[in-house]
């Protein structure tokens, strides 16, 4: 067995082979910090540094995120994907405002109380940004600690992930847990990796289970499969003078909260959806190519369909909608597949 404990090599390891210019490692600002982990859930870190200069620039601390309209927040936002993490950055900016005085609450348990914020990334927060003594086991984590201790099974089962938060708990140094921390992150990003594990250059494989039994490609195991349901809708491009009519989404459900373009069943005639919704007469024109869109529950096709607005009256318009031209509707928060099609048509 080596001499050195676990922690005690992730963190050797974190210091001269660990990630160190991030944008969000070079601060103790926990604003800066919670705001890098909820854009780092479910997206890659390439994808989100741009989005992570844009959005401080915009909402630079705490207090500014909170007074920020939501649309301005959504817009800004927009692209990222998975937008309740929007919503819920939001909403946790003005409890924090309202209910701690703008300043981030130090006790892990207290932060995994905002909205968004779970038991590890309140961790994170309380580790990177205060040095408090807390375990993480976000996606990277679990399966460092999965193939190390060799844990069969998903890890998102609540029997799996019970069995890894002990031992996360139980390898949780006394002292440097902020370079801990982040040693397990670097080392599950880049090292442990899910295809192609780079097994020589990792400081704990010497005792990993997986590694010895020819196991890494094996664990964790993978999310059980199912079929996704599948829906298909019919979205209208109503365009008037060079405008595109968009439509505020519900608050819930999917896409809540963005512009995004009017919906019409399959097997509803558009005129007839077009006159009851909106009182005005328009003529259908070409159907564009569908487009599919993966959400993680379900999978969507999305029917493009191009309607000129023939007589658009005054009542038509409400609160709730909105005519921009393609170009600047780029400005709006929308919905990715939508940006992608508003986009299209710019260019033709």
């Given at each position: 067995m080596p001499a050195k404990s676990f922690a005690a090599r992730v963190t050797a390891w974190q210091r001269t082979h660990g990630r160190h210019d991030l944008p969000w490692q070079r601060t103790h600002d926990a604003y800066r910090i919670w705001?890098?982990?909820?854009?780092?859930?479910?997206?890659?870190?390439?994808?989100?540094?741009?989005?992570?200069?844009?959005?401080?620039?915009?909402?630079?601390?705490?207090?500014?995120?909170?007074?920020?309209?939501?649309?301005?927040?959504?817009?800004?936002?927009?692209?990222?994907?998975?937008?309740?993490?929007?919503?819920?950055?939001?909403?946790?900016?003005?409890?924090?405002?309202?209910?701690?005085?703008?300043?981030?609450?130090?006790?892990?348990?207290?932060?995994?109380?905002?909205?968004?914020?779970?038991?590890?990334?309140?961790?994170?927060?309380?580790?990177?940004?205060?040095?408090?003594?807390?375990?993480?086991?976000?996606?990277?984590?679990?399966?460092?600690?999965?193939?190390?201790?060799?844990?069969?099974?998903?890890?998102?089962?609540?029997?799996?992930?019970?069995?890894?938060?002990?031992?996360?708990?139980?390898?949780?140094?006394?002292?440097?847990?902020?370079?801990?921390?982040?040693?397990?992150?670097?080392?599950?990003?880049?090292?442990?990796?899910?295809?192609?594990?780079?097994?020589?250059?990792?400081?704990?494989?010497?005792?990993?289970?997986?590694?010895?039994?020819?196991?890494?490609?094996?664990?964790?195991?993978?999310?059980?499969?199912?079929e996704l349901p599948h829906r298909s809708v019919r979205v209208l491009l109503i365009e008037r003078g060079g405008e595109v009519l968009l439509e505020k989404r519900p608050p819930t459900g999917v896409w809540s909260g963005l512009w995004s373009l009017p919906e019409c069943p399959l097997d509803g005639d558009v005129c007839d959806v077009v006159h009851a919704r909106f009182g005005a007469r328009v003529d259908v024109r070409d159907a564009l190519p569908p487009i599919e869109h993966g959400f993680t529950h379900f999978a969507l096709t999305l029917h493009p369909q191009r309607v000129a607005a023939r007589r658009w009256p005054a009542r038509a318009e409400a609160p709730e909608t909105l005519w921009l031209s393609p170009a600047d509707a780029q400005h709006a928060a929308l919905p990715a597949p939508i940006r992608k099609l508003l986009r299209s048509l710019d260019r033709v």
């Amino acid at each position: 067995m080596p001499a050195k404990s676990f922690a005690a090599r992730v963190t050797a390891w974190q210091r001269t082979h660990g990630r160190h210019d991030l944008p969000w490692q070079r601060t103790h600002d926990a604003y800066r910090i919670w705001l890098s982990e909820i854009m780092l859930q479910q997206t890659q870190v390439a994808a989100v540094v741009p989005y992570y200069a844009r959005f401080l620039a915009q909402f630079p601390d705490v207090a500014a995120l909170a007074r920020a309209p939501l649309d301005d927040v959504l817009a800004r936002w927009s692209g990222l994907g998975y937008y309740r993490r929007a919503h819920h950055l939001h909403a946790a900016a003005r409890a924090i405002v309202r209910d701690h005085g703008g300043t981030f609450p130090r006790d892990p348990a207290v932060l995994a109380t905002l909205p968004g914020i779970g038991r590890s990334t309140a961790a994170a927060i309380a580790a990177l940004a205060f040095g408090a003594r807390a375990a993480i086991l976000d996606g990277n984590v679990k399966r460092v600690l999965a193939r190390h201790r060799g844990i069969d099974g998903w890890p998102g089962s609540p029997k799996v992930e019970a069995a890894l938060w002990k031992v996360a708990e139980a390898e949780l140094p006394a002292r440097a847990v902020a370079a801990y921390t982040q040693g397990l992150m670097d080392l599950g990003a880049t090292v442990c990796t899910r295809a192609s594990p780079r097994c020589d250059a990792c400081p704990v494989a010497a005792d990993c289970v997986a590694r010895r039994a020819g196991r890494t490609a094996a664990l964790p195991a993978p999310r059980p499969r199912k079929e996704l349901p599948h829906r298909s809708v019919r979205v209208l491009l109503i365009e008037r003078g060079g405008e595109v009519l968009l439509e505020k989404r519900p608050p819930t459900g999917v896409w809540s909260g963005l512009w995004s373009l009017p919906e019409c069943p399959l097997d509803g005639d558009v005129c007839d959806v077009v006159h009851a919704r909106f009182g005005a007469r328009v003529d259908v024109r070409d159907a564009l190519p569908p487009i599919e869109h993966g959400f993680t529950h379900f999978a969507l096709t999305l029917h493009p369909q191009r309607v000129a607005a023939r007589r658009w009256p005054a009542r038509a318009e409400a609160p709730e909608t909105l005519w921009l031209s393609p170009a600047d509707a780029q400005h709006a928060a929308l919905p990715a597949p939508i940006r992608k099609l508003l986009r299209s048509l710019d260019r033709v």
